[in-house]
């Protein structure tokens, strides 16, 4: 009987700690606007730092830029979610044609969130406690510097020239751009066209339709393209899907490229990696690849050209429509063995390997 009541007891205590302990464990929320207009042309320049927190952009005809900062602040008690709100101040600066954005905390000699600032750097803490979120409409032409940490940034109606450095976030970008450089860190990227753009991913994703010119360095990161005309391309443990693209060179490291189809040349260095052609559409095509222990996939269909390739105990291997094939062992202690065949008439395309291991495997498909 005793250990019933003794249970009872302990059931009883458990469950007014639930009912009592509810409001402590509810979140303040205090929040702040401020809203700021400045002229600036499509000659212009917009820089806006921020830290968690969203970023929405938006183009617009007017020769000015309007800029909304909403901060949010959550802490279970609304005198230390208070005292940080009101230590948060943005930052906005203009001169002729020229804004930059950005945010500061004042000192507080007392309070909870004193005593944490003092210890690290401002925002070095739960990063749940703070929201700070931007929507800007500016001049559709006119050029951006973002620098955006645990948060998304969104970009529409606006055809300028981008600049942005974001980690721990996604972005969006639903117009052509003419040019961008975009520095992508433990987030996505979304993109139509970009002309002439130079991307940095890391453990990061990118899918974009069309580019002219491309300069992609990735790591770990999951990549759709649709059209590239010129690609410069370095990537370590990608995931790579490639439609189309012209000239393609640079250096795959434990890394996996599909690319549906190639309308000139390749230039490649891999190590650890698959790589894969689907089609190639040009009859004077010239195709390089230095490669160890990798798997080089190409299909050879209607494209006539002369075959080449020196291999260390590698494997090669040919579809019986080649001739001319010859095949001499060049050192029998490193089994370095040199192939030479030619494959269709007027073989104006040109497909060389070299490299150590792998294996090679030309197919009609």
Do not use: C
């Not at 302990?10 to 509810?26: D, N």
């Not at 809203?35 to 917009?46: D, F, M, P, Q, R």
């Amino acid at each position: 009987m005793m250990i019933m009541d003794t249970l009872y007891k302990k059931l009883l205590l458990f469950a007014a700690a639930m009912v009592f302990g509810l409001p402590a464990m509810a979140q303040e929320k205090v929040s702040k606007k401020v809203i700021k207009t400045y002229g600036l042309t499509n000659a212009g320049e917009l820089h806006l730092d921020n830290k968690y927190g969203n970023i929405n952009i938006y183009g617009w005809t007017k020769n000015e830029v309007s800029i909304t900062v909403n901060i949010t602040v959550t802490h279970k008690k609304h005198d230390n979610a208070q005292e940080l709100l009101e230590r948060i101040r943005p930052i906005l600066r203009n001169s002729e044609n020229f804004v930059s954005v950005a945010y500061e905390i004042g000192e507080n000699s007392s309070g909870f969130f004193s005593t944490l600032f003092d210890k690290a750097n401002p925002f070095d803490f739960d990063r749940s406690n703070v929201q700070i979120d931007y929507k800007v409409y500016m001049p559709e032409k006119a050029e951006i510097e973002i620098t955006n940490k645990f948060g998304d940034v969104f970009i529409e109606d606006w055809i300028g020239v981008l600049k942005a450095d974001i980690q721990h976030g996604d972005m969006w970008i639903n117009d052509n751009l003419n040019k961008a450089d975009i520095n992508l860190k433990y987030g996505k990227l979304r993109a139509k066209n970009i002309n002439y753009s130079n991307l940095d991913l890391k453990n990061g994703g990118l899918d974009m339709d069309d580019s002219k010119s491309m300069r992609l360095n990735s790591a770990g990161s999951e990549i759709d393209i649709h059209t590239v005309e010129s690609l410069e391309f370095y990537s370590n443990k990608d995931e790579v899907d490639i439609e189309e693209v012209s000239t393609l060179y640079g250096m795959l490291r434990f890394s996996n490229l599909r690319l549906g189809r190639l309308t000139k040349d390749i230039d490649l260095i891999l190590k650890i990696s698959d790589f894969s052609i689907e089609h190639i559409a040009t009859p004077k095509g010239n195709i390089s690849i230095e490669q160890e222990s990798s798997e080089v996939s190409l299909n050879i269909t209607d494209f006539p050209h002369q075959f080449t390739a020196v291999l260390e105990e590698g494997l090669v291997r040919l579809p019986k429509s080649f001739h001319n094939v010859n095949s001499h062992m060049l050192d029998k202690g490193k089994k370095l063995r040199e192939i030479k065949a030619t494959y269709g008439k007027k073989s104006e395309g040109r497909i060389s390997i070299t490299g150590k291991k792998g294996v090679v495997l030309l197919k009609e498909l």
